[in-house]
Nanobody, 114 residues
Framework: QVQLVESGGGLVQAGGSLRLSCAAS????????MGWYRQAPGKQRELVAT???????NYADSVKGRFTISRDNAENTVYLQMDSLQSEDTADYYC????????WGRGTLVTVSS
């Protein structure tokens, strides 16, 4: 059974940094696309960043220059380095993988205090 498990969330002050990790297990393939989405209270889930198996990246305008996505294909892991965090970044962050269908993690909460 495919599982995506996020870690690294927590409470941080505005201006601080966090690094999220997402490890995939139960797979014998490399996701074509991996990434992170987030959902703030009362809002729809939105794209944060994605990365292809070849390393091509895409970011939401709101996080460009502050967040960096990376992945380790050998370890089936994707990371999100989040710097200069703002209160607006407070949300549940979900790991995502695509291989013929979409796979989701259960989320990790990031809270940024102002």
């Amino acid at each position: 059974q495919v599982q995506l498990v996020e870690s690294g969330g927590g409470l941080v002050q505005a201006g601080g940094s966090l690094r999220l990790s997402c490890a995939a297990s139960g797979i014998r393939f490399i996701f074509n696309l991996m990434g992170w989405y987030r959902q703030a209270p009362g809002k729809q889930r939105e794209l944060v960043a994605t990365i292809t198996s070849g390393g091509g990246t895409n970011y939401a305008d709101s996080v460009k220059g502050r967040f960096t996505i990376s992945r380790d294909n050998a370890e089936n892991t994707v990371y999100l380095q989040m710097d200069s965090l703002q209160s607006e970044d407070t949300a549940d962050y979900y790991c995502y993988g695509r291989y013929y269908r979409d796979f989701w993690g259960r989320g990790t909460l990031v809270t940024v205090s102002s």
